[in-house]
């Protein structure tokens, strides 16, 4: 059967899928070998979200299965999402039986444009041959850089015929994005030429492993480091002396904190992710970005370099030269949750951190610090996302720990179950502070609309996932962090 092929072919990248099936996938579950794991998420969108966390802990093409049109619209935002962090997705989705789409049945949907917005790429396949060449196209579209989801379409009744190409052939897919050297010596060159030069890092650190190459770069040119705004991995260590803090969500307070500067080096990252842009960033000023993702060098007015940032950074500390360092700290207020992130720091290096609590994301970093492939949040401002990518990351034998507000717990909570059903070491820190607190500091309104009350670790312990509730919060982070068991604290703050 095409089924037993389809996963030959799977089992190339990874051993597991996460989804949520229905009648159009129940052909392609019976081809299902027992070695292959299949984590069960009680909506689509988790399972997508929870693929994203298995990613974040292998660096292996995450999969996912979902059913027909209303599974693929169900999980539209974690997809975007999943496109915006440039993360590797294989999504499978059900179809109506190929002999009738043109009756369009229930179920049905022109599911390659629905999918083309938010993916690499999208494709139906029209016969059982073109199922493994689908499959394999959009695999290795995923996986090249930039990475993101690719969709790939199968009818149901396909996967029950014989497919008569062999594709058994094992799968290869080597990307290179190596740096031209007379460009990394024009771009330290232009470096050299200035007094007060501002370098700005990012995500792609992080995913390229290059932060003992960008350690050395910084420390031989005596560089001030920012975080992007709002970076979603480690971009930096927080504990060097030359790490000036991460930007500030608006761009005119951007351009406030690098206004001292001459030239700004953007290596890895976005100065564009900002959630208030209310000025140009940085008009007039020299702009050098260097980045592995053409699309995002494609949106800027400055001078772009689309190469492995490993490698520049690599090839630029060999012709980079010692500035004098003069480095502006990014100024933070108070939050009313500093005591608890530094209660927290001392123990956190045991896990990785999913962030999903908007009003205090900053205090949570002051805290943690950055420390390699240990801090993930999402790039593209979706809630809802922490709770299923920490449970992928910790079915794939990762520790995680999810710092969330209330408010974003309530998005995706039944994520919870999947975590109790497989296991996983895996906690759960809810900050409540009655709703939207981070809407309500920005707006100023005291409307009911922006203060909903709920109880998370009710919500939690109603799918078996042990929960409790603590208004001393050393009390609530002793019990949460007293054994590997699955946990989950609710702290309230006034």
């Known amino acids: 059967m095409l089924g037993n092929k389809v996963y030959e072919l799977l089992s190339q990248f990874t051993d597991r899928i996460y989804g949520n099936p229905g009648t159009t996938e129940l052909s392609f579950l019976k081809g299902k070998p ?15 979200g929870m693929a994203e966390g298995y990613y974040l802990k292998e660096s292996k093409l995450g999969i996912v299965n979902l059913h027909a049109s209303p599974g693929l619209s169900n999980a539209m935002g974690f997809i975007n999402t999943a496109f915006l962090d440039r993360s590797p997705l294989l999504i499978i989705a059900g179809q109506q039986s190929s002999k009738f789409l043109n009756d369009e049945p229930r179920l049905y ?5 629905m999918a083309k917005p938010f993916t690499k790429g999208s494709f139906e396949a029209k016969s059982e041959d073109e199922v493994i060449r689908l499959l394999m196209r959009a695999s290795k579209l995923a996986l090249t850089p930039p990475y993101g989801p690719v969709m790939v379409s199968i009818p149901e009744d396909l996967q029950l015929k014989e497919a008569t190409r062999d594709e058994r052939r094992k799968v290869k897919h ?17 470096v050299n030429s ?11 650190i992080d995913v390229f492993n290059a932060h003992d190459e960008l350690n050395d770069f910084v420390i031989k040119g005596g560089l001030p480091v920012y975080a992007e705004p709002f970076s979603s991995r ?18 005119s307070e951007i351009n406030n904190v690098l206004k001292e500067y001459s030239m700004v080096l953007v290596i890895g990252g976005s100065l564009g992710n900002v959630l208030f842009p209310d000025d140009e960033i940085l008009k007039g000023k020299e702009v050098v970005q260097i980045t592995q993702d053409w699309m995002e060098a494609s949106k800027r007015p400055w001078d772009t370099f689309v190469c492995n940032p490993k490698q520049f950074l690599k090839l630029a500390s060999i012709h980079i030269s010692q500035h004098k360092f003069v480095g502006k700290k990014v100024e933070r207020k108070p939050s009313p949750v500093d005591k608890i992130f530094q ?7 045991r896990y990785a951190v999913f962030d999903e609590a908007p009003s205090y994301r900053e205090a949570l970093r002051a805290s943690l610090g950055y420390r390699r492939n240990s801090l993930f949040s999402n790039r593209a401002g979706f809630i809802g996302w922490a709770i299923p990518a920490a449970f992928g990351y910790a079915s794939a034998g990762g520790s995680a720990l999810v710092v969330i507000g209330d408010g ?16 996983g070491r895996m906690k759960v820190l809810v900050i409540n502070n009655s709703g939207y607190n981070s809407l309500r500091g920005w707006s100023g309104l005291k409307d009911d609309i922006l203060s909903p009350e709920t109880s998370p670790w009710k919500l939690a312990s109603s799918y078996g996932f042990e929960a409790k509730e603590f208004d001393d919060y050393k009390r609530g982070l002793e019990w949460l962090l007293s054994d590997d068991a699955q946990k989950l604290v609710e702290l309230r703050i006034n």
């Open 34 to 48: 027992e070695s292959f794991k299949y984590f069960l998420a009680l909506h689509d969108g988790i399972a997508v």
């Open 109 to 113: 949907g022109d599911l390659t444009s």
């Open 174 to 190: 080597d990307v290179s994005l190596c740096c031209n050297e007379e460009s990394v010596k024009e771009v330290v060159e232009r």
């Open 194 to 204: 200035h007094e007060r030069v501002a370098l700005v890092v990012g995500y792609e």
């Open 234 to 251: 480690a971009p930096y260590s927080g504990d060097s002396k030359f790490f000036m803090g991460d930007l500030p969500r608006r761009s």
């Open 343 to 349: 209660e927290l720091s001392g123990v956190s290096q």
């Open 408 to 423: 974003s717990f309530n998005y995706s909570f039944q994520a919870l179950w999947s975590a109790q059903k497989y296991g």
